[in-house]
């Protein structure tokens, strides 16, 4: 085959040919490549301290949990506050969660609940982004999540991504300016299917063993075509290192058995509840065993404006109280917990007051969340509302602070800044500090 027409720089260049071969394996559009690629160049660069966690689960309970019914009862308010949920105790003395959480209470001495988190916000898009950022909404900039940052700043661990959401993420779950690449990788499907399997990892039907060694070989002709002409080139150099982790990745039976459930027994699928919510935590316990360092899962649900006590007591909470349970549990038992961050927390609280259709509506002035595992102290409570839940009464924690708190655990200096391609820098965790009542 005659390669001479790949000489021509003035008119081809290297990254046209990139059209074929492992982005149509992948699917991958080329500019999506080209943000890969430059955010493998720019991995690794930032300040770093020692931290708790290698991993971090995220669980977002997308809508709005009402605080009163889950993490902070109010047994000796008023009927029209406490509502109609009782509380329970838990097997740490002292702390009390609603009597729908009773296998979470049976976990407490591994869980520190914030019963003292406030935010200017009860709007759902705007209190989801603060929550899940660490930032108030800004016009015309786009704030990286969590997630993309901790993937930006630390990189991949292992073949799998950096960055993992189970169910289709929002965009505040988005990379923000860091460009698409440190977005999370979700695998579609829903895993409690018997059929579940995760798209783009398996080659097309058409493509057989023999055409993918052959589009290798090719790229390796491009590359030599061009080597001298390129071989100071940082984005090049990027290039071949995402083509080498995107090979690594097709090809590791690490990646394969990561996502799948098969390899799990009746017994485990049964414990975590044979759910779309309680599989996806069984799956994510399976990506922290292989090294992805950021993942979530959702669950809605929680926007309860009418009939909240028979949506939640229904089958919600009792759902919910399997899985996270028994996830828990299982990090615990397994040695992972340890080094393994879990945050379970929404955009919001609801009304202490119960409204007239029998719900409750939003409400930021505060509200509570969960972390256990990496680094969290274990039978604790940080901070409180008043008697009638509508108050921080000691502690106040705000979503700079639950910023500061991930990245702290991650090793992540969160005083440090990051820079957007216009030049616009911002602090990770602006004016934040770390809750440190609830370090170990």
């Not at 984005?235 to 097709?250: G, P, V, W």
């Not at 990561?258 to 919510?277: I, P, V």
């Not at 939640?312 to 028994?326: E, K, N, S, V, Y």
Request: aromatic share 8%; proline share 6%; net charge neutral.
């Amino acid at each position: 085959m005659d390669y001479n027409w790949l000489g021509d720089c003035e008119k081809f260049h290297r990254r046209d040919v990139l059209r074929v071969g492992v982005l149509s394996l992948l699917g991958l559009s080329l500019s999506k490549y080209y943000a890969l690629a430059e955010a493998t160049a720019k991995s690794n660069g930032m300040a770093q301290t020692n931290g708790t966690a290698d991993s971090v689960v995220l669980v977002w309970l997308a809508g709005g949990p009402s605080h009163l019914d889950t993490f902070d009862p109010k047994p000796d308010a008023p009927l029209e506050i406490r509502g109609n949920f009782n509380a329970i105790g838990t097997n740490v003395p002292g702390i009390q969660l609603s009597q729908h959480l009773p296998k979470l209470g049976d976990q407490m001495d591994k869980i520190t609940l914030v019963r003292s988190i406030s935010s200017p916000t009860a709007a759902h898009e705007i209190g989801t982004h603060y929550m899940l950022t660490g930032f108030m909404p800004l016009p015309g900039f786009a704030v990286p999540s969590y997630g993309s940052v901790a993937s930006h700043l630390l990189g991949p661990r292992s073949a799998l991504p950096p960055y993992i959401s189970v169910q289709q993420p929002g965009s505040e779950m988005g990379p923000g300016f860091l460009g698409a690449s440190l977005g999370p990788f979700c695998p579609g499907g829903d895993p409690s299917n018997p059929n579940f399997a995760v798209r783009d990892l398996d080659a097309p039907s058409y493509m057989t063993p023999e055409k993918e060694q052959r589009r290798r070989e090719l790229r390796d002709v491009v590359d030599q075509a061009f080597k001298a002409h390129e071989k100071s080139s940082d984005q090049a150099k990027a290039i071949d290192s995402f083509y080498n982790r995107a090979y690594t990745l097709l090809s590791s039976s690490e990646a394969r058995e990561a996502f799948s459930l098969k390899k799990e027994t009746d017994a485990t699928k049964d414990a975590y509840g044979r759910n779309n919510f309680g599989q996806s935590l069984l799956l994510s316990r399976r990506l922290v065993e292989a090294g992805v360092r950021f993942s979530t899962v959702t669950l809605g649900g929680w926007d309860n404006h009418s009939n909240i006590f028979n949506a939640l007591g229904g089958g919600h909470l009792p759902m919910f109280d399997q899985a996270m349970a028994a996830f828990i549990q299982d990090l615990a038992q397994r040695g992972l917990l340890k080094r393994t961050l879990v945050v379970v927390m929404g955009e919001f609280g609801r009304t202490p007051i119960i409204n007239r259709d029998a719900g409750r509506d939003h409400y930021s002035r505060v509200f509570s969340m969960m972390l256990a595992g990496g680094g969290i102290k274990g039978g604790n409570v940080v901070g409180a509302s008043d008697s009638k839940g509508m108050e921080p009464a000691a502690d106040l924690t705000r979503p700079e602070d639950l910023a500061a708190t991930i990245y702290h655990c991650l090793g992540i200096d969160y005083t440090q800044s990051i820079t957007s391609p216009e030049g616009i820098r911002i602090t990770l965790a602006r004016g934040g500090s770390h809750i440190r009542k609830a370090m170990a």
